[in-house]
Each structure stands twice: as structure tokens, then as C-alpha cells.
């Protein structure tokens, strides 16, 4: 096998026996050979005989069959039980690879069996490849563990006889009758394979001893002798249906023969059936019923296996009985898919995969050049076994590998060929790789250039994984050819990386860096998604995703709650990682709450998640998201409150202005005043000459009531009307400063006054109304009086 460089430009074959060849002169060239152009698949050595399992006769002579096809010079040689045979002149090995065994012995008189698996082993220069293995064992027989029994049957009856012997090879058994061997070409005869002789419709001549022979390569050994004794014809009597003997449950491998014994008596004689009790149909090709009943499958297969139910039914009636026994069927292991030959540039990945099916399934195992090889490094299997991934390959991976598929029944294997290819020319790998974390979700990686062929580089590769995670799970990141260092971000806190880099050039990657480890520091844990349900009017349940990784890092949760009104929060309550939800329970329902729940490790407390949450309601959750400015809110619900407390005033100084009215056309039509030259000229004397007079409702003036002063004339209704113009009198409110708070009792209300527009009284002059409603007495403000003195009349 190669390991050093290949000069540039250095061929490999197109195909076995092929004359012609292609090129590795450029990336198109790889990019041809991973395509599969101009590259036979079958391996440069494998096998085209192996050895078989077989039974040897001790002291006889015996061969193992191998001949292996491949690029010479080939070399054979032979395993037994996993340790090679050395050659010796009990065992010769023949030019086209075979192995003889002169004398086949058994462990007797010190010397070693020859029993046990052989294995044919191919080598040349590309690899090593390893037969199936191949069970020898020695011919045998044992004593008779089963001998026939004697029987008595009436004439028109059955009768059955039984032996069991074990030997290798299977033991041949016959019978013979008074030592004659009994006549097959006699119907009411049946013979089993597995040792069992039927004789139906018993008449006088059958009557005999039987004996039971069985023999093969190794002995022949005889049974006892059982006597069959015939009496006179039966009765005649009804006879229930009985099954004598049912089907056993039997373990084959495919292409043998299945014998399912059924044996039934009755009187009249039972019609025997089978079925198969899934219901499938059990075919006709390779089927036949032996005897009266006995159901023989030749060349089983495994759609063959399942549970099959012999029958006997009493002609003419439904009357039954049935017996079942179970059919398995095995297949040794054999490909669906074989691993096919490949070519790949180092550095890059090489992926095998075969597929074997069998019954039961069997186990995969794979071989570099004979030796098994595992998962581990930059090796990983998937799939059961059937997939190998061999990654950033190098030349030691350079070699032959075999899938093997074993079970109970066999095995089988086949071998493909891995080829590395390199260029000359190629830059060495990058130098002086270092990792320094510079937070916790970032890496700077940084390197210095290779030694050799750095003309070419046209950039560099960052291979960037987790250092627990498998080589298949690895990404990368470009760099240009003039940067020697490069921040990796977006990785996990408190983790440990692996980085590599490669150099690329138009003709190819150079050998990835010697692996560089680095950790990111840990950091407080982040912001938990919080939610929350209420579960009554008195209860919450907040829910959240479970952290069990807060447990290795000593962290857990922490809750605090608190009305939102106050300014100190209940808690913390500490909660372990994997717990998920948490009840609180006896809140006030007419309270809006603030909830905090944050996530914690050694690193401190993460940031919180906050939810403010209302309980009014309980039959539905009310959660604000995001969190609201309750003080704003709370200082726009008072402002509404005092908007709506004017708007009530100015409503109520409205009643009062209109009940004015209806009061002064109710009590009196005349308004006694002075002169209106008086009232429509400045007064002429000073203030203290002038008569006060008060306007009351529902009372008098300070003069007499009902009497008219000098000089004073009667006013009528219009006038009034034309002194008091309906848009200047409505009141307005007075509005009241607000207290910083936002708060205003309602018992400090002021209540609306009314100005008379056009009209002057004395300062004196005070105006009472009635309020429909408790409280003060609704005052008019006082104005210097320029006119004279107006009464009601």
C-alpha cells in the first residue's frame, strides 16, 4: 500500500483488465473520478469461490474450495478459528488456493481436531480481503434415543412407529419388516424423513417386527424390533374424530423439506385438511399430502413460515378437530445492495454502504484489510452497520474493507476497495492554529501560513464542531487567502469546539491542521417564555419550558410576584430545573399583579420575564403582554373622572338657570324698577344715595312686598327677557385646580354660578336659589349697582 505522495499527473485505472486510464491532473479530473467516470466499481481483489460448510469422515481425506480473482501477485493463506494455519504436511495448499486436509482427524491422542471455521485469506498490494467463514465438523452418529414401540391396531385401523437418532450428516432412516426392507411402492405405507412409518388400512398381513435403520457417512446403526399385532375387523361403531398425532413445530433453512406430520382416526374415517391461521392460502407449488394427511413443503422458503392447522372433519357434518404446529423458516444472510470501490481526494469523505437481508436479520460487521473495525476517530457506522463514513480521509485510510452480514442460518461478505488520491503540489497544512474565546458565543481562531506551495492558496477553510459531536456534524466557514484569523460567533456558552483548517488550491486541499480545542465561557442563563392561566378567582398557574441543563450548572429557577401597586416582591421561590409550572394561590382578585420569573446557574441570574396579570374574571385569563405604565393609566382614568364631575355641573347649572324662569312667570309679571332714563344713564349721586334692594325667589325685596317705590314703573316680561339675553346667561363652572394626585372629593364641589349679563346690583345683593339636590345654596356673584334698585313685584 502507498504512503507517500503520488507525482502529479499520476493515472488510475479506468476498470479491471482495462487499457486504458485517466488523468489526475485537475479538480475536473476528481470531479470525474467521484462521479464515477472512467472507474471500474468491483474491488481489485475479491473472491470468486469460498469455502462451504461441510461434514468430514474422520480419517478421510478432505478440501476447502478458494479461488480469489485479483492484480497479481496474490497471496493465500488460511485461518482457523481466527488464527492463521500454518502450512505442514497434514495440510497442503493447492495452487488455485484450495486447502487439503489429508487425514481429517478428531481430538484424539493429543492431537487437534481439524474441526472448526476456516477462513480463505487474499492479500496483493492494494489490501487484504477474508472468505465467509466455513463450519468443518466431523461426521458422527449416536445411539438411537427413540426406538420403536410395539403396537396392536384392529383391521381397517392405523398404525404408527417412531425412532430418533442424531449424526452428522443428517442420518437416512428406513424400516424394514421381519428384516426385509418394507416395500415404498406400497400406498398404504408412509414414510417420513424424519423417522416415522404410517401404515393405513391395517389388514392381517401387516402384522410383523419392525425395525428402524438409520445410517450415513460415518455409521450405520440398527433399532430394536417392535411387533405390530393385527386382531379382527372392529365393530363398525361411531367414533368421535381424533387426531392421533399433530404437527410439530419445526426450525428449517430455506431450500429444505418440511414434513408436518397429521395422523387421524374415526369412525366413519375423518377427512383430513390444512390451512394456514392467518388466513393465507398455503399454495400448490412444491405442496403435497403424503399418506392420508401428512402436509410435505419441499424447497420452504421464508414466506413459508407461520402456524398451519391439520383438521379432521367427519364426512357429511361439521364435527371437527384440529391441531396446530409452527413453521419457521431461516435464510442466511446474502446483499441487496454490496459496497462499491471508490476513489476520493484526501481530505474529503468516503462513504460505503451495502445492505443484507436474511431470517432472522443479520448482524453487520465491517473489516479494514481483516481487521474488524469499530466506531471511533474520524470512523463512524450508521444505519444499523450498514453505512461507514470514513472521514477527512488520509492516506492510511488507503485499503480494502469488507461488509459482513451474519446470523444463524450463514453468513456472507463482500469487499470494495478505498483509493486516496493527492496531487503534487499541494500546500501543507496551516500552522500554529490557536482558539481563544472571546465571549461566550465566540471564538477567534487564528493560524499562520503553511509551509511549502503557499502561492496558489486562494483561501482557507474553518472546520468548526462541537468536540462531543461526531466528525459528520462539522460546518464550515470560507476565509480569504490573506486572513490568518477569523471570529467564529454563534456558538453555545459554556461548550467545547474543535477547529480545523485547510488550505485550498485550484488543484486542491491541502491536510486539515492538527485539531485545536477551545471552550466558551458560561454566561446567566436567558429570559425563560413565561405564560400564565388563571385557574380561579383566586389562583394562577404559570407555565414554562423545562431547563434540565440548569441542573448541571447548578441553576434552577427563581419566581417572584407582587401587586403591582407595591413596591416590594414576594420571593424568591427557588424551583429546580426540570420543573415546569408553579401555582400561586389566595391572591385578591380586585389586584392587578406584577409576576418575575428568571432562570440562574453559577454564572448569576439571567434577565427576567415579566407578566402583569388580572384576576377579574376567573373563567378567562387576562395577561397584559407587553407590560403596561399603570401610574400613566392610572392618572388618565382620574383625569376622565374630573371631566365627567364638571360635566355634571355645568348639566346641574343649566336646571338652575331654566327653574329661574319658570319660578319668575309663575310669582309675578311686573318688575318695579326706577326711571329707565335711570337705568339706561350712570347714576348721578354717589353709592351711599343709591336704595339697595335684594332679588330673591320665592321672597321680597328689603322694601315692602308688593309695593312699588317712587319714581319706579312697571317692567314687563320682554324687557326682562332684553336684560338678560338667553346666551349670556348660562353659568359656566368654576374649574377647580387638580390635585397632583389626580384626586378630587366630591363633597368639595363647587357648584355653577350664574352672572347677570347687562343687569348691576349692589354688592350687597346676594341671589338664593333652591338646589334640587343637598347641598349649598347656589350664590349669583355681586356687582356695583349703576342703575336703580330691582324688586320683584
Known sequence: MPTGPRPAGKSIPASRGSGTTTPVTSMASVIRVFKGEGLGHAAELAFTVEPSDDVAVPGQPMVLGCKVQGTPPVRITWRKNGVELPESSHSTLLTNGSLVIRHFRLDQGGSPSDEGDYECVAQNRFGLVISRKARIQAATMSDFHVHPQAAVGEEGGVARFQCQIHGLPKPLITWEKNRVPIDTDNERYTLLPKGVLQITGLRSEDSGVFHCVASNTASVRVSHGARLTVSGSGSGAYEEPAILVGPENLTLTVHQTAVLECVATGNPRPIVSWSRLDGRPIGVEGIQVLGTGNLIISDVTVQHSGVYVCAANRPGTRVRRTAQGRLVVQAPAEFIQHPQSISRPVGTTAIFTCQAQGEPPPHVTWLKNGQVLGPGGHVRLKNNNSTL???????????????????????SQAS??????????????????????????????????????????????????????????EYQEAVSKSTFQHLVSDLEPCTAYSFSIKAYTPSGASSASVPTLASTPGEAPAPPPLSVRVLG???????????????????????????????????????????????????????????KLLAYNQHGDGNATIRFVSLRGASERTALNPPCDCRKEEAANQTSTVGIIVGVHAGVACIVFCVLFLLLGQRGRVLLCRDAENQLSPPQGPRSQRDPGVLTLHGAGQGERGQPGRGEKPVDMKELERLFPAAGVAGKPDPRPTDPTGSTPREETQPSKLSLQGLSLPEETALEAEVPREGPVAALPTQDADRGLLSEG
Open 389 to 411: 463514513t470514513i472521514s477527512g480521509i488520509g492516506p492510511e485510510d488507503e485499503a480494502i474493507y469488507q461488509c459482513v452480514a451474519e446470523n444463524s442460518a450463514g453468513s
Open 416 to 473: 470494495a476497495r478505498l483509493t486516496v488520491l493527492w496531487a503534487e503540489g499541494l500546500p501543507g497544512p496551516p500552522r500554529n492554529v490557536q482558539a481563544v474565546s472571546v465571549s461566550s458565543t465566540e471564538v477567534r481562531v487564528s493560524w499562520s501560513e503553511p509551509l511549502v506551495n503557499t502561492k496558489e492558496i486562494i483561501g482557507y477553510v474553518l472546520h468548526i464542531r462541537k468536540a462531543a459531536d461526531p466528525p459528520e456534524l
Open 537 to 595: 378567582s383566586s389562583s394562577l398557574q404559570l407555565l414554562w419550558e423545562p431547563w434540565p441543563r440548569l441542573a448541571q450548572y447548578e441553576g434552577g429557577f427563581k419566581l417572584f410576584y407582587r401587586p403591582a401597586s407595591k413596591a416590594t416582591f414576594t420571593g424568591p421561590i427557588l424551583l429546580p430545573g426540570t420543573v415546569s409550572s408553579y401555582n400561586l394561590s389566595q391572591l385578591d382578585p380586585t389586584v392587578v399583579y406584577e409576576v
